[in-house]
């Protein structure tokens, strides 16, 4: 009921930038938080950041300093800026939204199908 798709994903050289975008559509009464997320092969997905519908964010320790999460409530969007990325960040980036469809129900988990980042040493 609810889809997130990514864009902005790319290649990139170190200490160079990409900002990732992320909408969300379908049946939504409030999204609670939303935020991304990497994954690299034989790693878990990690948190990279998010950020609450009053646009309070928190990030990972790897990343802080360098990225800048933000949202568009009413666009129900939200983006990563990352800057000064390292080979380290090379990974999938999944856009995430904790989201209530009514008034009544319980705020669920979505993914979005992600998108790649690679970064050139």
């Known amino acids: 009921q609810v889809q997130l798709v990514e864009s902005g994903g790319g290649l990139v050289q170190a200490g160079g930038s990409l900002r990732l975008s992320c909408a969300a559509s379908?049946?939504?009464?409030?999204?609670?938080?939303m935020g991304w997320y990497r994954q690299v092969p034989g790693k878990q997905r990690e948190l990279v950041a998010r950020?609450?519908?009053?646009?309070?964010?928190n990030y990972a320790d790897s990343v802080k300093g360098r990225f800048t999460i933000s949202r568009d409530n009413a666009k129900n969007t939200v983006n990563l800026q990352m800057n000064s990325l390292k080979s380290e960040d090379t990974a999938v980036y999944y856009c995430?939204?904790?989201?209530?469809?009514?008034?009544?129900?319980?705020?669920?988990?979505?993914w979005g199908q992600g998108t790649q980042v690679t970064v050139s040493s």
């Open positions: 995430n939204a904790i989201v209530r469809l009514t008034i009544t129900s319980y705020a669920k988990d979505y």
């Open positions: 379908g049946t939504i009464f409030t999204i609670n938080v």
């Open positions: 950020i609450a519908r009053d646009g309070s964010p």
